[in-house]
């Protein structure tokens, strides 16, 4: 690692550290000043102690939702990349199979969650499968038009040296194809944790979104504040992760 | 309104073919379960069918509050969505502001608010409103933006020379330049909205698609449960399909645009 990326993690990190020591003090000086109640918000200290009181009960649970959805996204992207390689190699099956495709993306997650499970029952597999399906196709779209992005003169470089269909592919189509693989990440990740949830909440497994659900019913406002804040940060992480990646490809295919 | 009779022919006309396969599809699973190849998820077609012709006002009484709902939030998205996005782009220093917020709320789980949203607005289908509100803000916003700006600066150039004014520049080249983006975020955010709606009806509701399928789905039956996936379907597709149809009228010269993610 260089000394300047070195300065920049520094830079970002206090950077992090002083927006959530603002937002947490205003947070704290509205609700004393508008005296809000406690049930309606929590003050930050409550939440915090709720988070040391309960830290095992929400990390099972978040350990829960976040592998469904890397499970699940896993499993979409080497589905969507599998699919797209055929697509950019054979005219014909891509021509034969976008409708399919494109009923797929426009089934919207709550009627896939409720069929997944009928099938697959009360358990994290159903969470993994509504994360595939809804994640797909963002992939998917990446992908193809990530695989179409390659430079133009590059490609006509390796045709005049006689390269051959899988040359093409290796040296040229997926380097530039890999920056679109991190934007489908960045678009599929938060939808993942988001079907995550949503399949949690009807099938009522273990899982984050369960936790908010329960502790929302039983009027445990500081879990509530806990979890539902557990979540934000990890959808923000996944989001800052990946549009970190999608930058960092960018810069080097030059785009 | 000839134009619209024309664009429903030409529309039908598309629509055939994916409607015949459609057909012949329900045809084949129909026949599949008959012959007890299906597994139990899978009721028959008639069977889904036979649950709206037993209880009509089973779908009545649950799909025109989802349809409301979902409405209503997506039309105060639209508004509060087109006038940030307005504001935006005319105000430079508030651009990079609006559109983070904008973001932050489409990356945040915002189904995870619900409960807090519930405890402060009370269990009415404020909550639901709201949700679909937020659920379906982002493609209107990047809708806006991207399209007030899709004029290119040979065209406000002209404009320039021609001595226009601000409000002749805005009514003669950006609302018309940016009508195929706006259009484009419109017809995506339809079925978010219905999502959000339904979402919330899962967090809690006694009416709607949403509470239907919990309790289907409760219950184990089946052919509910298709039902009222069904009924999702065709909100969000009814959704999408309105106005796809009016941008096919109003902005005959251009569509299908592509929006940033």
Known sequence: MSGETLTFIVKRLTQITVGVAVFVAAWHLTVIALRIPKYLVPLPLDV????????????????????????????????????????????????????????????????????MMLIFGRGISTSMAVVTIVSFFPMLV????????????AAELLHVYGASRWQQLRLIRIPFALPYLFTGL??????????AMLSEWITGTKGLGNLILDSG?????????????????????????????EKRLLRWTNR | MASVLSTLHKALRATWRPFATAIVLIGIIEAAKRAHLLPVF??????????????????????APTAWKAA?????AAIIATAAGSLAVSLRALYGTIYNVSVMINSVPIIATAPLLALWLGTGPQVQIAIAALASQFPMLVGTMQGLQAADSRQRELM??????????????????????????????APSAVLGAITAEWAGADRGVGAMMLYALFSYDTPKVWLSVLLTCLLAGAGFGIWALIERVAVYWQHDVELAD
Not at chain 1, 96 to 108: E, G, I, K, Q
Not at chain 2, 72 to 76: A, K, L
Not at chain 2, 164 to 186: K, N, V, W
């Open chain 1, 186 to 195: 960045r678009v599929a990740g938060s939808s993942a944790i988001l079907g």
């Open chain 1, 142 to 153: 990446n992908m193809m038009r990530g695989l179409e992005s390659a430079d133009r003169t």
């Open chain 1, 217 to 245: 019913e039983m009027r445990e406002t500081d879990l509530l504040w806990a979890a539902v804040l557990t979540s934000v940060v990890i959808a923000l992480a996944v989001f800052w992760t990946t549009s970190a990646g």
């Open chain 1, 48 to 115: 915090a102690r709720a988070f040391q009181l309960h830290w095992p009960v929400i990390a099972s649970h978040a350990g829960f939702t976040v592998s469904a959805a890397a499970l699940g996204l896993t499993a979409s992207t080497l589905f969507a990349i599998a699919v797209a390689l055929s697509f950019s190699m054979n005219r014909g099956i891509a021509q034969a199979s976008l409708p399919v495709v494109l009923v797929f993306r426009s089934t919207p997650v709550a009627a896939v969650a409720p069929i």
């Open chain 2, 72 to 76: 209503s939030g997506y039309f105060i």
């Open chain 2, 42 to 63: 899978v009721p028959a077609p008639s069977e889904v069918l036979l649950e709206i012709w037993n209880g009509p006002r089973l779908v009545t009484a649950n799909l």
């Open chain 2, 160 to 189: 320039h020379v021609l001595s226009a004014s601000r409000s002749q520049t805005l009514r003669y080249l950006l609302i018309p330049s940016a009508l195929p983006y706006l259009f484009a975020g419109l017809k995506i955010a």
